[in-house]
């Protein structure tokens, strides 16, 4: 993948990280691939990729450039209302590749405010809001990846059914005790995926104490 990536990721301590790892790392690959050829990736969803790392670092660090990076007043009110919300909602199968199975998620006004803020900060360069905006309208698909690889999207499918039932066992726990809350908080990662898969490198985090990891009644 070209440039660097913004990621929102839950809370490394979180029981729901440790469970959605094991997903993505053997639960799910081994319907695909041998253990050799599974792509290792830690969870997370997604706001912006293809950022070009000369044209936006600008001389500073990446931990600088992402703490200089301006949230929206309203994610620091601690309000429910004012969260940034990512509720996996359905399993899907998918033709591209970095999306061949995951968890698309539920729209949410705050998750795509936050997308079109880094798309313009990070990939834009400050252009016109009004392209930060047609940029979510028309190609950001937020989910949670479980399965990268280039197996036929038709055998992919087959096993929806079949993930979505070792899922239903992996998060019911974790959501009948929190009411379908997964993780609350997390962090926004800058991750450098210009190389391998299994070689992506998180080099600059922040805190996200405005984003809460839920599921659906749909999901599980």
């Not at 079109?116 to 009004?130: P, S």
Request: some cysteine.
């Amino acid at each position: 993948m070209p440039g660097y990536s913004l990621w929102l990721v839950p809370r490394s301590d979180n029981p729901f990280n440790k469970t959605a790892q094991e997903l993505i790392s053997d639960t799910v690959p081994r319907n695909f691939v041998s253990p050799e050829k599974t792509n290792h990736f830690i969870p997370h969803v997604t706001l912006t990729s293809e950022i070009d790392p000369e044209k936006v670092l600008a001389g500073k660090s990446p931990q600088e450039w992402l703490d200089s990076l301006s949230m929206p007043e309203e994610f620091k009110c601690g309000l429910e209302v004012n969260e940034v919300l990512l509720q996996l909602d359905t399993v899907e199968a998918e033709e591209p590749f970095f999306r061949k199975m995951n968890i698309a998620l539920k729209q949410n006004d705050n998750l795509s405010k936050l997308a079109a803020l880094c798309r313009q900060k990070a990939v834009l360069l400050d252009a016109d809001d009004a392209k930060a905006q047609t940029w979510v309208k028309s190609d950001y698909r937020p989910h949670l990846s479980l399965f990268y690889g280039d197996v036929p999207t038709r055998e992919v499918q087959s096993k929806v059914p079949l993930v979505e039932m070792k899922i239903g066992f992996a998060f019911g726990d974790l959501f009948a005790c929190c009411g379908g809350a997964l993780c609350l908080g997390g962090e926004m990662v800058l991750v450098d995926t210009t190389k391998a898969i299994n070689e992506w490198e998180i080099i600059a985090r922040r805190e996200t104490p405005w984003a809460t990891w839920r599921a659906t009644r749909n999901l599980l």
